[in-house]
T-cell receptor
Framework: GAVVSQHPSWVICKSGTSVKIECRSL??????MFWYRQFPKQSLMLMAT?????????EQGVEKDKFLINHASLTLSTLTVTSAHPEDSSFYIC????????????FGDGTRLSIL | DAKTTQPPSMDCAEGRAANLPCNHS???????VYWYRQIHSQGPQYIIH???NNETNEMASLIITEDRKSSTLILPHATLRDTAVYYC????????????FGQGTRLTINP
């Protein structure tokens, strides 16, 4: 079946570092990918919608200059957490959908980011 | 905001059927009901979806009431590996494909 690969699976960085997370659709093309953040014992919160070849759409309250999204191809979207601080520590998850509108989204296995 | 309401937690004995309810009383005619689950520290896993007819696949069955205001996900023979948070989501057929997650139901399968 369709698979979404996310890399890295976990990362530990010092405060002030920028961290890039990759999301790849392995056997299908995804014009749209989504980025979520999940804090411990909470649900997934949508951060932004990544559109291939155009600017990402951010949810209210999400800083676009803090969380840079690039969707340069139909199989790759990247999320860069710029100048990360301890409060950015979280579980980041991406998803991608097949072109058919009814097809479900497929999720990556997430990236656990810890900022010291 | 999520358009669904689910009980925060449920328990079920291993080998028994697990029935997870979901209320979506404001669902629109063009919205599907999706179920995902999330096992600890993993990304959500798709289970099943439906519009108005009951659906069944190798993982589960989805029963949608005739008025479509509620649904039930049925895991016919629950195993310990089914312990997870289960999310019921409604999503329109047209427009943005984003999924808005509510708090879900934490299902614990007991031996």
């Amino acid at each position: 079946g369709a698979v979404v690969s996310q890399h890295p699976s976990w990362v530990i960085c010092k405060s002030g570092t920028s961290v890039k997370i990759e999301c790849r659709s392995l056997d299908f093309q995804a014009t749209t990918m989504f980025w979520y953040r999940q804090f411990p014992k909470q649900s997934l919160m949508l951060m932004a919608t990544s559109n291939e070849g155009s600017k990402a759409t951010y949810e209210q309250g999400v800083e676009k200059d803090k969380f840079l999204i690039n969707h340069a191809s139909l199989t790759l979207s990247t999320l860069t957490v710029t100048s990360a601080h301890p409060e950015d520590s979280s579980f980041y998850i991406c998803s991608a959908g097949d072109r058919g509108l009814v097809q479900p989204q497929h999720f990556g296995d997430g990236t656990r980011l810890s900022i010291l | 905001d999520a358009k669904t309401t689910q009980p925060p937690s449920m328990d079920c004995a291993e080998g028994r059927a697990a029935n997870l309810p979901c209320n979506h009383s404001t669902i629109s005619g063009n919205e599907y009901v999706y179920w995902y689950r999330q096992i600890h520290s993993q990304g959500p896993q798709y289970i099943i979806h439906g519009l108005k007819n009951n659906e069944t696949n190798e993982m589960a069955s989805l029963i949608i009431t005739e008025d479509r205001k509620s649904s039930t996900l049925i895991l016919p023979h629950a195993t310990l590996r089914d312990t997870a948070v289960y999310y019921c989501i409604v999503r329109a057929l047209q427009g943005a494909q984003k999924l808005v997650f509510g708090q879900g139901t934490r299902l614990t399968i007991n031996p």
